[in-house]
């Protein structure tokens, strides 16, 4: 059985300031997905990036990058030069490489920007 | 932009009742994962469908149910509704073709008095 742990329950930060969220997990698969995804007050999950665990570079979308350590199982969101938009729930989330994105999700980050 | 539908928004049931929620998958997925999301938690896989037929579930009793329908859309039925059975359900759609990502929709806020 795969665990995914947040420990952070909740942040904020000043607009244009950079965050980082942290993720811990523990899996015996060697081959997997890890996901942060952000769920804001519209309910609607939204997938800010994925990581492949085969890949030892660290994934990028614009603002939005990691830091994958696969030995430390470990796997933080990134957020530069923040925006109000950014506020909301950030979950991080795991599935199997051949798992048919069935999620293990953690608990969860309140993240909110100040303006 | 997502393709995910779920209905209805919100519903209100009393304890003891049964109650279907609804989702239509994104066009070209062929699976649907349902979620329950307690208040102030992450969300918990329930179970998942392709081609009609369920394809794992999750540490929830039987009382919990599932259809998927030749279009790929799907049902969530709960028998028994039980007060902890107030959450939010989300569906999310994906497909076994290829490398692509789950969408979800945006929920059904149930809530069990």
């Known amino acids: 059985a795969q665990t995914v742990t947040q420990s952070q329950p909740e942040m904020s930060v000043q607009e244009a300031e950079t965050v980082t969220l942290s993720c811990t997990y523990d899996?015996?698969?060697?081959?997997?997905?890890l996901f942060w995804y952000k769920q804001p007050p519209s309910r609607q999950m939204i997938l800010v990036i994925r990581q492949e665990a085969y890949k030892q570079q660290n994934a990028t979308e614009n603002r939005f990058s990691v830091n994958f350590q696969k030995a430390a199982k470990s796997f933080s969101l990134k957020i530069s030069d923040s925006q109000l938009g950014d506020t909301a729930m950030y979950f991080c989330a795991f599935t199997p490489i051949f798992g048919n994105e069935k999620l293990t999700f953690g608990t969860g980050t309140r993240l909110t920007i100040i303006p | 932009e997502t393709g995910v539908t779920q209905s209805p928004t919100h519903l209100i049931k009393t304890r003891g009742q049964q109650v279907t929620l609804r989702c239509s998958s994104q066009?070209?997925?062929?699976?649907v994962s349902w979620y329950q999301q307690a208040l102030g938690q992450g969300p918990q896989f329930i179970f998942q469908y392709y081609r009609e037929e369920e394809n794992g579930r999750g540490n929830f009793p039987p009382r919990f149910s599932g259809l998927q329908f030749p279009n790929y859309s799907s049902e969530l039925n709960v028998n028994a509704l039980e007060l902890d059975d107030s959450a939010l359900y989300l569906c999310?759609?994906?497909?076994?073709?290829?490398?692509?990502?789950?969408?979800f929709g945006q929920g059904t806020r149930l809530t069990v008095v």
């Open positions: 066009s070209g997925h062929n699976t």
């Open positions: 899996t015996s698969e060697n081959n997997y997905y």
């Open positions: 999310a759609s994906s497909s076994t073709s290829g490398d692509t990502e789950a969408f």
